[in-house]
Nanobody
Framework: QVQLVESGGGSVQAGGSLRLACAASRFTTSTYFVGWFRQAPEKEREGVAR???????TYADSVKGRFTISKDNTKNTLYLQMNSLKPEDTAMYYC?????????????????WGQGTQVTVSS
């Protein structure tokens, strides 16, 4: 089963930077990174950045121009560079991967999440 381990979170002041990493294990040819999500207390989980194989990565409006998503296929690791951090970026950050395939003629899709890494930005 796919395992994802996030790291790189921490406490920074507004304007600071952090680089998150999501290391994956047991990836197969049918598994791929989806992107980064975050969840603040008492709020729903939201998408932050999505990575695409053709490089057309997408970002939430709130982080455009400040966050950059990337990956290293040789290391099976997904990254999120976060610059110019704001207090409203405070949340638990999660990475997500998906595995797709066919079983008995039916397509399946399994989604995997890491345990999260906390980002706290103080003003």
């Amino acid at each position: 089963q796919v395992q994802l381990v996030e790291s790189g979170g921490g406490s920074v002041q507004a304007g600071g930077s952090l680089r998150l990493a999501c290391a994956a294990s047991r990836f197969t040819t049918s598994t791929y990174f989806v992107g980064w999500f975050r969840q603040a207390p008492e709020k729903e989980r939201e998408g932050v950045a999505r990575i695409e194989n053709d490089g057309s990565n997408t970002y939430a409006d709130s982080v455009k121009g400040r966050f950059t998503i990337s990956k290293d296929n040789t290391k099976n690791t997904l990254y999120l560079q976060m610059n110019s951090l704001k207090p409203e970026d405070t949340a638990m950050y999660y990475c997500r991967a998906t595995e797709t395939g066919m079983v008995a003629g039916a397509r399946y899709e399994n989604n995997y999440w890491g345990q999260g890494t906390q980002v706290t930005v103080s003003s």
